[in-house]
């Protein structure tokens, strides 16, 4: 009886438990050209500026990450993390944008709270969120993407944890150039 058991068990067990064989991102790939985007924003250096496209960075290498949501721990603890490596990523002609659901006024008073000092966009209804393969509804997923002056995906990072992120993306850069 136990050999019956485990013998019909098991092939359910590891077909329904195999999250890390069969697991599927949506994000797109390295090499893939990265996704335009049309989103309203905030910079406190820019403050005229309303709109960000894709193409508002050609020429830089762009650090674009997702994260749920504003003054959260998680989300302050990486945008810091980045704020404060911004002159290093400036060294390597990149531009650092996070992309979250939060809308504008939200952006504006964490930028001014927390000392973030490069742009955030709003997708309050995660469409470019879900083009990258980073929306979770009603939040995005963390994941960083590295897109090369050209426009093409050049790494990705997918559910990163915050703590040191912005340290390894500034690795990685460098390595790419």
Request: proline share 5%.
């Amino acid at each position: 009886m136990r050999n019956l058991v485990v013998n019909t068990l098991l092939p359910f067990i590891l077909l329904f438990n195999c999250n890390s064989v069969f697991a599927f991102d949506f994000a797109p790939e390295v090499g893939d050209s990265a996704p335009n985007f049309h989103l309203e924003g905030f910079n406190k250096n820019i403050k005229s500026k309303k709109i960000w496209e894709l193409n508002d960075f050609q020429g830089n290498w762009l650090v674009m990450y997702f994260y749920p949501k504003d003054f959260t721990a998680g989300c302050t603890l990486e945008a810091k993390g980045f704020s404060e490596l911004k002159k290093d990523f400036s060294k390597y002609n990149a531009e650092i944008v996070g992309i979250s659901a939060d809308n504008n006024e939200s952006h504006e008073s964490f930028c001014s709270e927390k000392s973030i000092n490069y742009t955030l966009l709003s997708d309050p209804e995660g469409i470019i969120s879900d083009k990258y393969g980073s929306w979770i509804p009603p939040f995005s997923d963390r994941n960083t993407f590295l897109i090369s002056p050209e426009g093409q995906i050049s790494y990705r990072w997918i559910s990163v944890l915050p703590i040191n992120h912005a340290k390894e993306v500034l690795n990685v850069l460098k390595k790419k150039i």
